[in-house]
């Protein structure tokens, strides 16, 4: 079983900064992508960011150019620095990692979900 728990939300005025922060841990052998989501009220929930194991990075059109992905492979991690946020940024944002077990099984995991609230 694949536990992950996310930090780093909170209200910032517009314009400012977060970087959220999503660690895995369990019986992991391998991860193959980190992903994060966001999911604003009233709205499905959308891929904001996400990063393959070897570094590729993608992200979606409304955020290029102001929030950043990276990974700690050794600490099983995942980051999104946001810059620059608007107040349409306003979502709860999840992480999602997939990868395998010790025992070759695929594992797709959610965490529990950050608030992140752009607002003057």
């Known amino acids: 079983q694949v536990h992950l728990v996310e930090s780093g939300g909170g209200l910032v005025q517009p314009g400012g900064s977060l970087r959220l922060s999503c660690a895995a841990s369990?019986?992991?052998?391998?991860?193959?992508?980190m992903d994060w989501y966001r999911q604003a009220p009233g709205k499905q929930r959308e891929l904001v960011a996400g990063?393959?194991?070897?570094?590729?990075?993608n992200y979606a059109d409304s955020v290029k150019g102001r929030f950043t992905i990276s990974r700690d492979n050794a600490k099983n991690t995942v980051y999104l620095r946001m810059n620059s946020l608007k107040p349409e940024d306003t979502a709860v944002y999840y992480c999602?990692?997939?990868?395998?077990?010790?025992?070759?099984?695929?594992?797709?995991?959610w965490g529990q979900g950050t608030q992140v609230t752009v607002s003057s």
């Open positions: 999602n990692v997939r990868g395998s077990d010790y025992k070759g099984r695929v594992f797709g995991s």
């Open positions: 369990g019986s992991i052998f391998s991860i193959y992508a």
């Open positions: 990063i393959t194991s070897g570094g590729s990075t």
